[in-house]
Structure formats: C-alpha cells, structure tokens
C-alpha cells in the first residue's frame, strides 16, 4: 500500500515534471518503477523487419562478419542493399567508403555510409554509428555476433525504416562501421575524413549489443553525465519505455564476471571518437555478458521481445533528441 501510494505520487509527478522538462525530479521516478521482466513492445516499429534483419546478420552465411573475409563483404552488401531500399542519400558516389589501417601492416576496412536530409535544421547532423565486424569464424566455429553487433546494425536499419517517410528537424547520417573489433578503426577513419565538417554534427548515438538481456535485464544510456539536456532526454524515454532503461556506463567500472577486468565505458565502442573530438554522444548497449565474444552469441540466445523494445526507446530518444536545440 505504502509502495502503490509513493508510486502514484511520484507518477503525478513525473507528468509535471516531462511537461516542464526537469531532469532533477525525473529521477525520483525512474528509481521507483520497477523494470519490467517481461518486455511488452508497443508496436512503434516493424518487429518483423528488425528481426528478420538480426537473422540475416547472424547468420552462418555471414561467416561472423570478420573485416576484409568473405563474410564481412556479404555483410557489407547486405547493408548497402537494405540503404538503398529504405532510399537513404549517399556522399560521393556510392554508400561505399574504405579505409586503409595499420593493424600489422595496411589492411583496407569499408564504411558504409547513408544519409537523410533534415527539414528546419537541415545543416545540423546527428550521426548513428553501429559496427557490423564481429570476430569471424576459428575453424569450424563461427562466432554469429548477434548481439555483438548485428543487433546495433539491425536497430540503425529499423530506425532508418521508420523514418523513411517522416521528416525530422536534423539531417541523419547512418554509419554502419567496419573494423570496430579490431580498435575502432572505422569510427577512427569517419572522424579522420568525416563527409561534413565535423562542427556540425551534434550528437552521435551509438548502438552496439542490445539484444541480449542478461539476468538483470537492464539496457544502459551512456553519455548523459555531465549532460543535463541528454538526462533529461534518457529520462524521459525510461520513462516511455517497458525495459529497464538506465543511464550509466559513463565512466570505468569492473566486469563482474572477472574483478581484475576494468571497462572504461568511454571508449569501449565507436562513440569514444566523437567523445574525442569534442562531440556529445548517447550509447546503448547492454552489460557484458556470459555469451559476449562466445560462438553462442546468437539469435536463439537473445531476447526478441527485450531487443524490439529495446529499439523502439532508441526510437522514442532519437525523436526527442531531435527536438534538442543544440
Ligand atoms: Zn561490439
């Protein structure tokens, strides 16, 4: 009773408080509603789309996405296929944009690139990166990387579909970066030679491993420290959302499943290099994981109701963000 009283409070509350936008109060509420276990989407995107997606990434046919194999080049297809149905704009000629890095010697990497022209402020950008290497295949094994990263992939596509016939007030660019698993050398090589000036890109959302939903079930917003505009933004969407949404994930802490192992969450992905250069960025993404870099990362091990709501709150949050005046 106690509970059910504090909670109704806090719920008038929080209407309040998202109608005048304050991050502080927010907070009260997102501690007291409990994460759901089992996650209802609401049907915001196409889950059949995202799915179908998720399997083809994962698939055995795509050897495990590993940079330059048989199986990232699929990979690379298959992205560049899905840009182009979903009409995206492409820089220079094609979506097709390589890299050379130095990982023992010069190996070529390739970025895929697509964008959509934005309607008030069309000059201003916001920039969605998720990495489409994972680790390939040991002998026989393949390691599928469904979560590791077909799923960050696979939500950019879903997001890029369900903006297809909107307007938005920012232009989008859709980055699906290759390389990422070896040092982040795609982000490294977007930033290097990035296709517009870099001061204006406003923000960066990343998305890498959201589909696989642990025991605790939790999907973390990162990059909101320090950030009252972007804390208000997470906030918001937990708020919207059915999973257990949190932010964190914004500084170093120890992987639970081996004390001596330090995550500094800042560059664990490809939004370190926005952070870098001064951009502000929101990442999502998952905790570590017992099937993390494990040949059983794959899509009979992951949570497809978790997963599609998981990608309908980074679809609510890049509406909001997209509101932002930066
Ligand atoms: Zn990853």
């Excluded at 916001?126 to 990495?131: C, D, E, L, S």
């Amino acid at each position: 009773m106690v509970n059910k009283i504090s909670y109704m409070h806090c719920y008038t509350w929080r209407i309040l408080v998202i109608l005048i936008f304050s991050p502080l109060l927010l907070n009260c509420a997102t501690n007291i509603v409990p994460c759901s276990s089992t996650p209802t989407p609401t049907g915001l995107i196409n889950a059949d789309i995202l799915l179908n997606d998720l399997k083809i990434l994962s698939s055995d046919a795509m050897q495990g996405r590993k940079t330059g194999t048989h199986g990232g080049f699929k990979a690379k297809r298959f992205i560049q296929q899905r840009f182009s149905e979903i009409k995206l704009n492409f820089f220079e000629e094609s979506y097709h944009h390589p890299f050379t890095y130095d990982f023992n010697n010069f190996r070529q990497g390739n970025n895929i690139i697509g964008w959509k022209k934005g309607k008030q402020k069309a000059e201003q950008y916001i920039v969605i990166t998720a990495h489409y290497d994972h680790l390939g295949q040991k002998g026989n094994i393949i390691y599928n990387g469904a979560d590791d990263n077909a799923s960050g992939v696979a939500a950019m596509l879903s997001l890029a579909e369900y903006l297809k016939n909107k307007e938005t007030h920012h232009s989008v660019i859709f980055v699906a970066t290759d390389a990422e698993e070896l040092g982040l050398h795609g982000a490294k090589a977007f930033i290097k030679n990035p296709p517009i000036a870099l001061e204006r890109i406003k923000l960066n959302i990343n998305l890498d491993m959201l589909a696989q939903s642990g025991k605790r079930k939790k999907l973390y917003i990162a990059g909101t420290r320090n950030n009252p505009q972007l804390k208000a933004i997470a906030d918001a969407t937990a708020y919207r959302s059915d999973i257990c949404l949190k932010t964190g994930h914004d500084g170093r802490s120890r992987n639970k499943d081996s004390f001596l192992n330090v995550i500094n969450w800042k560059k664990a992905s490809d939004h370190a290099l926005f952070y870098k250069s001064a951009i502000n960025y929101l990442y999502f993404g998952v905790d570590i994981h017992r099937h993390y870099h494990q040949p059983s990362d794959t899509i009979e091990t992951i949570n497809p109701a978790f997963y599609t709501s998981a990608v309908e709150a980074i679809t609510t949050a890049f509406l909001l963000v997209d509101e932002l005046n930066f």
